[in-house]
């Protein structure tokens, strides 16, 4: 069975980076049958896309989210990382990872998620 | 990239059906056979429920149907359970040059 479990600092000050790094048990992230990818949620609210990346290091990011995004893969661990630069109280939301299909939007498998707050 | 629009809430008592709508555009909805739902209980992550539009997962009840028009998804929920209440979201492939995608607002489904 898949599992996706985030990881990372609960608490970023503002205007510092957030960094999560996602670890894949149960199957194989050099699958060319699926993309992996960064989805989160703020409080209360709803679901945002903020992008994916291939094992092959392809990536793709939310417009809205480009400038600050960075999606790395490291296929030695299983894993994949986010980072997402110069953050503010906007950012807090829990963060989530999970498995694309390739070719469609369509995310299979998730993590449990992660709560990141953006405060001094 | 504009979210996709959905109601805010729709309710219905047990067995009943209802109907969920997820409004886009041709760029997303209308361009692409690739909308997904997904239903997310307080606390929990989504859970997908439905993908390319009318396919379900295995394991997903056949309780829940999908279907599409021009730039609209819609999610059908037919014999209402209580354990259905939750938080119900669609998401379309939007990008023909690009692999990206964008969420509905999403909509809370209350069983009376």
């Known amino acids: 069975q898949l599992q996706l479990q985030e990881s990372g600092p609960g608490l970023v000050k503002p205007s510092e980076t957030l960094s999560l790094t996602c670890t894949v048990s149960g199957g194989s992230i050099s699958s060319s049958s699926y993309y992996w990818g960064w989805i989160r949620q703020p409080p209360g609210k709803g679901l945002e896309w903020i992008g994916s990346i291939y094992y092959s290091g392809s990536t793709y990011y939310n417009p809205s989210l480009k400038s600050r995004v960075t999606i790395s893969v490291d296929t030695s661990k299983n894993q994949f990382s986010l980072k997402l630069s110069s953050v503010t109280a906007a950012d807090t939301a829990v963060y989530y990872c999970a498995r694309l299909i390739v070719a469609t939007i369509t995310f299979d498998y998730w993590g449990q998620g992660t709560l990141v707050t953006v405060s001094s | 990239q504009s979210a996709l629009t959905q109601p805010r809430s729709v309710s219905g008592s047990p067995g009943q059906s209802v109907t969920i709508s997820c409004t886009g555009t041709s760029s997303d909805v209308g361009g692409y056979n690739y909308v997904s739902w997904y239903q997310q209980h307080p606390g929990k992550a989504p859970k997908l429920m439905i993908y390319?539009?009318?396919k379900r997962p295995s394991g997903v009840p056949d309780r829940f149907s999908g279907s599409k028009s021009g730039n609209t998804a819609s999610l059908t929920i037919s014999g209402l359970q209580a354990e259905d209440e939750a938080d119900y979201y669609c998401c379309s492939y939007a990008g023909s040059y690009t692999f990206e995608g964008v969420f509905g607002t999403g909509t809370k489904v209350t069983v009376l």
């Open positions: 390319d539009v009318s």
